[in-house]
């Protein structure tokens, strides 16, 4: 083990591996921050550029740049509330009134720092898990995942806990956005009103643009043309960014846990990261102490979302490498990638190539590492911080331009943003009458793969699925989980009313 | 009654998930199961919300937050806004879009000087162009006229 690891480093350790991995962490950034292009479109961009690299050079170049897609990603969705890519639509919750509420420095920290370490912990998480992938993979059935998320939807009444009905609401009407489109199983359209474009359903870059960017330019619209993001006359510091830093390792133990469930969510095909960053932040929600605030602007919630998201790359790469059954879209133009550069995942990765597995394992740490202290020490957040504090009169036109482009940039349909638009206008007005977000976005992504793992499961083992000892405690963990947010709502609510009843009196 | 406007929107979301129930229901079964669960969902809860709004006590009610109230002039100026927008993208095009958007927008929704709307629109003009044009070469949509390149 111990000589692998040390060949992987002397992989890495040469000056143009460096140089690429720079250029790939600018690269990730600038994809993750653009609305609309996202790592798998950067990916895709950037592919042709490794021919005729060395092949652990231009493994480099790339998995670096997906690696910390979603940092860059971070940056926008709690300065401006305009998720970069759909799991940093996660980040919006509580990033973005962090920065109204003029925290946005210590969001940033927060979200930087907790991203690194999510990355390292993901990476670590990829080397210990190397010799037990097998087992864990061969335990996880259909039934089983299916079970996890039903597990993982019992979050919604953790993410909307100021109303539960309406949390409720919210995640039904994610969960019909999300069966638009050609059902595999029948080949019915379903809501597709004999459109083309809606065959394959709605994307998620869609909804998230339309339920947070669009409703956040309507909002900052509607308060003049003289309001500014960011509450308060201070800028960005350095001090600000610092205390998000030490925020991070004062939530160890919440980093460390997001970070590990992420990976391991990463590690399923099929999930993918939407689903890692709205079930860590539906653990956070659930599993902190005084988590009022969750939803305005807790730091807690920030870090969450971020570490898990990083974390889910590591995971993720695990059965790219070792079966060559990519976790994500993004994995699968990774394992397209890897071909052309001669590498063939497959088990041989693990008996015959140990060293270039070692050698992903460093990449991850590397590049993670390079982009957090790179942009908390270089003034780029201040610089990009400024811009809250611009009247809304100059930042709507810019916004406007950067979120229309990246609704019609995902699938190249102008349809897209007539529906973005629309779907911005349900999200003014779910912002305007106190109607959690979150929710939606979880049924959204959560619905269509609890229905497809549960036809599966139904077709592999008929009824019984749901006596397998996984899938049974699962669906314990579900019902615990349902009853403690219930009793912690009802609790919280009791407790609110008996104050206000003391000071009437 | 709370709001007028949440009662608007939670009427048209009980009208939506009614009509969604009323389509799917010639539907395969395997393909009807889902929505049924789901719509009926949506109409259980938007139903009871509606329920609340009409008839639920005054006495029992949380004290809502304090929220600067938005004049609804206000609203429907960034709504028109909005609309402009995706207009202009669709008949122009985003390219257009780039340039003639940041201009009338600055210009009477901002009331800003002729320097810094002119600068502003040149600068997102040629950042959309270097950004998408040049450097990832996508292909933005031309709107009916069909104006790209």
Same mark, same amino acid.
């Given at each position: ?43 895709? #961009? ?81 080397? #210990? ?247 908390? #020490? ?15 009169? #100059? ?111 | ?149």
């Amino acid at each position: 083990m111990i000589g692998p690891m040390v060949q992987g480093i002397q992989l890495v350790m040469h000056w143009n591996i460096w140089g690429l991995m720079l250029l790939a962490i600018i690269l990730g950034n600038f994809f993750g921050a653009v609305p609309g292009l996202g790592g798998n479109i950067g990916l895709a #961009l950037l592919i042709p550029l490794v021919f005729g690299m060395h092949p652990f050079a231009g493994l480099a170049f790339l998995l670096a740049m997906h690696a910390v897609v979603h940092t860059g990603g971070a940056i926008p969705a709690i300065l401006f509330g305009i998720p970069g890519n759909g799991p940093n639509a996660a980040t919006v919750v509580d990033g973005y009134p962090m920065t109204r509420n003029g925290n946005g420095g210590r969001a940033l920290g927060a979200s930087l720092t907790s991203s690194a370490v999510g990355g390292i912990i993901g990476a670590v998480v990829l080397a #210990l898990m190397i010799p037990f992938l097998r087992p864990i993979a061969m335990a996880l059935g259909s039934a089983e995942i299916f079970a996890m998320i039903v597990f993982g939807l019992t979050f919604i009444v953790s993410v909307s806990r100021s109303s539960l009905m309406k949390g409720a609401l919210s995640a039904f009407l994610g969960l019909s956005l999300g069966m638009v489109g050609l059902d595999p199983r029948t080949g019915v359209g379903r809501f597709t009103f004999g459109q083309l474009w809606l065959w394959n359903g709605l994307s998620i870059v869609t909804i998230v643009l339309g339920i947070f960017a669009f409703a956040e330019i309507i909002s900052l619209g509607t308060r003049g043309r003289s309001a500014q993001i960011a509450a308060g006359g201070t800028q960005i510091s350095r001090s600000e960014l610092w205390d998000g830093v030490k925020d991070v390792f004062r939530h160890w133990w919440l980093t460390l846990r997001t970070a590990v469930i992420g990976a391991f969510i990463g590690m399923i095909p099929g999930l993918g990261g939407d689903a890692a960053s709205w079930i860590c932040y539906g653990h956070a929600a659930q599993t902190c102490r005084d988590n009022e605030m969750f939803g305005q602007g807790d730091v807690r919630g920030v870090i969450g979302v971020e570490s898990a998201q990083n974390a889910k790359e590591g995971g993720a790469l695990l059965p790219t490498v070792v079966f060559g059954i990519p976790g994500s879209s993004g994995m699968a133009i990774l394992l397209g990638a890897f071909l052309i550069l001669g590498i063939e995942p497959g088990p041989g990765m693990i008996t015959q190539h140990l060293s270039f597995v070692w050698g992903m394992v460093w990449v991850l740490v590397i590049a993670n590492v390079m982009t957090s202290t790179s942009l908390l #020490l270089l003034p780029v957040c201040q610089s990009i911080g400024k811009l809250a504090y611009f009247r809304s009169s #100059l930042l709507i036109p810019g916004i406007i331009t950067v979120a229309g482009i990246g609704a019609y940039l995902i699938r190249g349909h102008w349809q897209d943003v007539i529906l973005t638009i629309a779907i911005g206008f349900v999200g003014y007005m779910m912002k305007k009458f106190d109607y959690p977000r979150g929710p939606l976005i979880l049924g959204f992504i959560l619905g269509p793969l609890a229905e497809g793992y549960f036809y599966k499961s139904m077709g592999v083992y008929g009824i019984d699925f749901v006596k397998r000892p996984l899938v049974l405690t699962f669906f314990s963990l579900a019902a615990l989980s349902l009853c403690f947010s219930c009793w912690s709502t009802y609790r919280e609510k009791t407790a609110e009313r008996r104050l206000s009843y003391e000071v009437e009196r | 009654m709370k709001s007028k406007g949440e009662n608007v929107f939670l009427l048209l979301l009980f009208f939506a998930f009614c009509a969604g129930l009323y389509l799917c229901r010639q539907w395969p079964s395997m393909s009807r199961l889902y929505p049924t669960i789901t719509l009926s969902g949506g109409i259980i809860f938007s139903g009871a919300l509606l329920i609340l709004q009409f008839f639920g006590g005054q006495k029992n009610r949380k004290p809502q937050k304090v929220k600067e109230a938005v004049p609804l002039r206000n609203e429907l100026i960034m709504v028109g806004w909005v609309i402009g927008y995706l207009a202009i993208v669709l008949i122009f095009g985003y390219w257009v879009a780039a340039a003639i958007f940041p201009l009338l927008f600055l210009s009477i929704f901002g009331h800003e000087n002729w320097k810094i709307v002119s600068i502003y629109s040149v600068v997102t003009c040629i950042t959309v162009y270097v950004i998408f044009g040049y450097a990832i070469r996508v292909f933005l949509y031309g709107g009916v006229l069909r104006l790209s390149f």
